[in-house]
């Protein structure tokens, strides 16, 4: 009977494989689909279960999070030298910096290592990528590689060091035998705006004085129009390319703190903070997964992206000031 009804096809995959055939699963856009369905009817529930309204905290400032209260005031004069959470971001990023480059170049072995490994890796991407593919002048590519590979690994640890939770939220104390400690709070140093501005007027101001240095005021700020542009339109060029100079200030800087802000805030409201603003405790069962989905999303290439991104742009900036064409 069973041969009768099996099908030329069916007999042929028997044949081949010595069984019925494999059953072809979901697909992964399938699986996503039902996951994103489970996880949005599991929010229409809890909204019917639950009701949409609470008790609005007005108490809670997630904005405060970002505050930086001094905790060693130390004034000089009109600058204020106090020493504060971000102080202390840019300390450890400045020492991890220091520490990996001298611990690696110390250990450097004929037979590398998973480390060694990785931070040959890294200077290749640097030196490579990033300075010589950029810089015409091999002479002023070596002389900027270490300035360049300092930015970006500087960077890059003060994103990474953000996102390990620090006892540095001072407005919520804990209490430890009598103590009142400091709670454990997210904070990168490259959130705030201060800290990508001094780095890109660094950039800014270097990359004109390379300019300068190689072609003279004149010869450079002639550069700034291509040869083939004459009579009139070299004015406007001008004035454009003078623009594009000063808006430079403002990309550089604003790119890396804007990316670092908004993932910290994302990961704040997700993770608990519009539970508490909007008073419904439950919405923290559907925001929690959302806040490790962008958690792991900042850390795993936001993160190193952005320290990329300020480093590449910084040796294309310089390359560009020194090329021989525009």
Not at 30 to 42: E, P, V
Not at 83 to 107: E, G, P, Q, S
Request: glycine share 8%.
């Amino acid at each position: 009977m069973e041969a009768a009804t099996t099908t030329p096809d069916l007999q042929a995959d028997r044949a081949v494989t010595g069984g019925p055939p494999e059953k072809k699963g979901l697909g992964p856009l399938a699986k996503l689909g039902i996951a994103l369905g489970i996880y949005f009817g599991l929010m229409v529930l809890l909204v019917v279960v639950f009701g949409a309204s609470g008790t609005e905290n007005e108490e809670f400032k997630p904005q405060n999070e970002f505050k930086l209260e001094p905790w060693i005031s130390l004034e000089i004069g009109p600058i204020d030298m106090s020493i504060n959470k971000a102080v202390l971001y840019l300390a450890l990023a400045a020492t991890a910096t220091c520490f990996a480059m001298t611990y690696v170049a110390n250990r450097m072995a004929t037979k590398p290592n998973r480390v060694q490994t990785a931070v040959e890796a890294a200077y290749d991407l640097t030196s490579g990528t990033m300075v010589r593919e950029n810089i015409e002048d091999r002479r002023l590519a070596g002389r900027w590689f270490a300035f360049i590979a300092t930015v970006f690994f500087f960077i890059w640890f003060s994103n990474i060091i953000g996102f390990i939770p620090l006892p540095v939220n001072s407005e919520e104390t804990v209490d430890v035998f009598g103590l009142a400690l400091p709670s454990f709070a997210l904070y990168a140093a490259t959130a705030n705006l201060s800290i990508p501005l001094v780095l890109t007027l660094i950039v800014w101001f270097s990359y004109h004085v390379e300019g300068v240095r190689k072609k003279g005021v004149v010869g450079y700020l002639k550069s700034w129009v291509p040869e083939e542009i004459t009579g009139f339109m070299v004015v406007p060029i001008f004035m454009i390319e003078a623009l594009s100079h000063f808006v430079r200030l403002i990309s550089l800087s604003a790119r890396l703190f804007a990316n670092m802000l908004a993932g910290h805030l994302l990961i704040l409201f997700m993770g608990g903070g519009l539970a508490v603003l909007l008073g419904l405790a439950y919405i923290g069962v559907v925001t929690l997964p959302i806040a490790v989905a962008f958690y792991i999303f900042e850390i795993g290439l936001i993160a190193s992206l952005q320290a990329f991104i300020f480093a590449i742009l910084s040796a294309i900036y310089i390359g560009g000031a020194t090329a021989e064409s525009h």
